[in-house]
């Protein structure tokens, strides 16, 4: 007995981890369980009986594909916009010294640390009071503006991070500046933008109450899952979130192998 708490008290960070995992996966799991339910009323919330009838018919529900493709055509737009300004800003602050540079970087961190709903309707007062039509290009812009803290924040951390020296040695090396960007500076800091780009897609997709707000007739993926959830929940949801998770796991793993491949090739 002795030996085994000793075993435990060892071990107690790594269970520490495994049980704070599950706990977060949890409701992933109940996601993809559900998605394989046939449910006999309109809701979705207790088991009945197995059925694979969503799955081969995913976009069963009216308007939910078209939605979903609205989603996923702004989190693209939304990803590549704050990722290329994202990345400027933070080679900007990193790289030289201006005026305001302070309070920039203090700026930066502003709507990760605001709440959403402020945010929210403080950019739809601007909307309307510039005139424009709430719609597509709203919720994009609403999107990027949010997105790019945190891909600033990614890039910044990355960047900050690098050796100089590998630079100023391809420049001795007679390489140009474009040269130097491209071959040796870009490749360093791409775990970062790659990362910042990950996550504003993450963030776009998911986003509800800016999208709420500004999006007018514009109907996205969140939007369209709480709109059912006060009719009835179909299975066809419970199947998008099961690949989105799949896919997102895939992807994670993916990177783990040619991050392995990598070091090993490097040894």
């Known amino acids: 007995m002795a030996a085994f708490f000793r075993r435990l008290r060892r071990n107690a960070v790594v269970i520490a981890g495994l049980l704070t995992l599950a706990y977060l996966l949890l409701p992933n799991v109940v996601v993809t369980v559900f998605s394989f339910n046939k449910p006999k009323g309109r809701f979705n919330y207790s088991w009945q009986e197995f059925s694979l009838d969503a799955w081969r018919d ?4 009216a308007d939910m594909c078209g939605s979903l493709s609205l989603s996923l055509q702004i989190a693209t737009w939304a990803t590549i916009g704050a990722t290329v300004l994202g990345t400027m800003i933070a080679f900007a602050l990193v790289r030289y010294r201006f005026r305001a540079r302070g309070a920039v970087n203090s700026l ?3 709507p990760m640390a605001m709440p959403e709903v402020v945010m929210a309707a403080s950019l739809l007062t601007l909307f309307l009071n510039m005139g424009a039509q709430l719609g597509f290009w709203t919720v994009l812009i609403a999107h990027i503006m949010f997105c790019l803290s945190f891909v600033v924040t990614a890039v910044k951390a990355r960047v ?3 050796d100089p020296r590998l630079e ?3 420049q001795d090396l007679y390489a140009g500046p474009v040269q130097t960007f491209l071959r040796v500076t ?3 800091a791409a775990p970062g933008i790659a990362a910042g780009a990950l ?3 993450a963030l776009s997709f998911d986003d509800f109450i800016i999208t709420n707000f500004n999006a007018g007739s514009t109907v996205t993926f969140p939007m369209f899952v709480w709109g059912s959830a006060q009719r009835g929940t179909p299975v066809q949801i419970n199947v998008i979130g099961t690949a989105m998770f799949l896919v997102a796991v895939l992807l994670v793993l993916a990177g783990m192998l040619v991050g392995k491949r990598r070091n090993k090739q490097a040894k």
């Open 160 to 162: 900050m991070s690098m």
């Open 168 to 170: 100023q040695a391809a």
């Open 108 to 110: 930066i961190f502003l």
């Open 186 to 188: 870009l490749p360093i």
């Open 58 to 61: 995913p976009c069963g529900v």
């Open 199 to 201: 996550l504003a897609f």
